[in-house]
């Protein structure tokens, strides 16, 4: 298991960090950016040896997770937007297998039903205008 958030300063992130820049020492896939090069880190850690990532939003935008094909969403953000960019990292062009998305939904609360709603309808239309 991985955790991605927005600092990735806990020990096991270090550890995996300390041995990307070990395995890539000489390389052009280091970018001199420790946040950029964490995150890379953290992709391939997940992809190579981890079955489970558990990301904060900081892994909404900006990595390519296309090996991955199920996400998970524990909560429901306000912005249905939030919930596409998550779904992206995954379900992306040359993606190999079908995405499976499984939204946990807190039926008491008007506005995750709000959204969640909201998001529905967006994949119908979707699915109406463009088939399966």
């Known amino acids: 298991m991985v955790l991605f958030n927005g600092s990735n300063t806990d020990p096991k992130s270090k550890e995996i960090y300390q041995a990307?820049?070990?395995?890539?020492?000489?390389?052009?896939?280091?970018?001199?950016?420790?946040?950029?090069?964490?995150?890379?880190?953290?992709?391939?850690?997940?992809?190579?040896?981890?079955?489970?990532?558990?990301?904060?939003?900081?892994?909404?935008?900006?990595?390519?997770?296309?090996?991955?094909?199920?996400?998970?969403?524990?909560?429901?953000?306000?912005?249905?937007?939030?919930?596409?960019?998550?779904i992206g990292r995954c379900h992306r062009y040359g993606q190999k297998f079908d995405v499976v998305v499984v939204n946990f939904l807190n039926r008491s609360n008007a506005a995750d039903v709000g959204v969640y709603q909201l998001l529905d309808e967006k994949f119908r239309l979707f699915n109406r205008v463009f088939g399966a």
């Open 20 to 86: 990307w820049l070990e395995r890539h020492a000489g390389t052009d896939h280091i970018t001199n950016s420790p946040t950029a090069d964490k995150r890379a880190a953290l992709v391939e850690y997940f992809r190579d040896d981890a079955y489970i990532m558990i990301a904060t939003e900081a892994a909404a935008e900006g990595i390519n997770l296309q090996f991955c094909n199920l996400v998970v969403n524990y909560d429901m953000p306000w912005n249905p937007q939030r919930i596409e960019q998550r």
